[in-house]
T-cell receptor, first 113, second 110 residues
Framework: NAGVTQTPKFQVLKTGQSMTLQCAQD?????MYWYRQDPGMGLRLIYY???????DKGEVPNGYNVSRLNKREFSLRLESAAPSQTSVYFC????????????FGSGTRLTVV | TQLLEQSPQFLSIQEGENLTVYCNSS?????LQWYRQEPGEGPVLLVT?????EVKKLKRLTFQFGDARKDSSLHITAAQPGDTGLYLC??????????FGKGTMLLVSP
C-alpha cells in the first residue's frame, strides 16, 4: 500500500548509543516531518523538511539530527541516546498546503535503558 | 506557540451512546483537522474543516468548525466499539506546521 514506511518498528538502545530512524514515502509529497509522542504530552514536532534540500527545527530538536536524503526519504538520527528520548517516533508527509493533512507512518517504539 | 486544548481527556461509554469531544484555542486557525489513532498505529486523517461555521459529516461522525475559527467539535452518534481510539485535533496557521492537541482517548464498550 502507498504511504509512509518507517523502520525499525521497535528498538532498544543503551544510553550513549547512536541510531538512525528511517522514513520513506511514495506519494511524491514535498514536506516531511518527525514527531515524538509521549503520554500526556501529545505529538511534538522534532524536525521538519518543507521541501527537498531544506530542514528546520521544531519544538523539541535537542539531541536529534535529520537528513533529507532525497524527496522520498527523511531520516532522524540520535547521536548519543538518553533515557529521556524513550518515546514513540512518527514520521509524516504532506502536500504543500496544510489543508491536505498529514500521512503518518506506523511509528518506531524506542526504549533507551 | 499556539495551543489546542482538547476535552475530555478520556471518555468511556457504552455502545449506542452519543458523545461530543471538543478542541479549543485562543488562536485563529486557517484550517483544523481531526485524526484518529489506534493502538500501535500512526494517526489517520478523518477530516479537514476550513471555513468558519463549516459542518462536515462522515457517516456517524459530525465535525464542526467554530464561527471564529478558534474551536471545533466532533460528535459521534450511536458509538460502536470500532470507534475506540485516540482522537486528535490539529490546527494550521498559514503555511506553518500543524499544532496538535493532546487528544481525547475514547473507549466504547460492547
Amino acid at each position: 500500500n502507498a504511504g509512509v514506511t518507517q523502520t525499525p518498528k521497535f528498538q532498544v538502545l543503551k544510553t550513549g548509543q547512536s541510531m538512525t530512524l528511517q522514513c520513506a514515502q511514495d506519494m511524491n509529497h514535498n514536506s516531511m516531518y518527525w514527531y515524538r509522542q509521549d503520554p500526556g504530552m501529545g505529538l511534538r514536532l522534532i524536525y521538519y523538511s518543507a521541501s527537498e534540500g531544506t530542514t528546520d527545527k521544531g519544538e523539541v530538536p535537542n539531541g536529534y539530527n535529520v537528513s533529507r536524503l532525497n524527496k522520498r526519504e527523511f531520516s532522524l538520527r540520535l547521536e548519543s541516546a538518553a533515557p529521556s528520548q524513550t518515546s514513540v517516533y512518527f514520521c509524516a508527509s504532506s502536500e504543500a498546503g496544510q489543508e491536505y493533512g498529514y500521512t503518518f507512518g506506523s511509528g518506531t517504539r524506542l526504549t533507551v535503558v | 506557540t499556539q495551543l489546542l486544548e482538547q476535552s475530555p481527556q478520556f471518555l468511556s461509554i457504552q455502545e449506542g451512546e452519543n458523545l461530543t469531544v471538543y478542541c479549543n484555542s485562543s488562536s485563529v486557525f486557517s484550517s483544523l483537522q481531526w485524526y484518529r489513532q489506534e493502538p500501535g498505529e500512526g494517526p489517520v486523517l478523518l477530516v479537514t474543516v476550513v471555513t468558519g461555521g463549516e459542518v462536515k459529516k462522515l457517516k456517524r461522525l459530525t465535525f464542526q468548525f467554530g464561527d471564529a475559527r478558534k474551536d471545533s467539535s466532533l460528535h459521534i452518534t450511536a458509538a460502536q466499539p470500532g470507534d475506540t481510539g485516540l482522537y486528535l485535533c490539529a490546527g494550521a496557521e498559514g503555511y506553518s506546521t500543524l499544532t496538535f492537541g493532546k487528544g481525547t482517548m475514547l473507549l466504547v464498550s460492547p
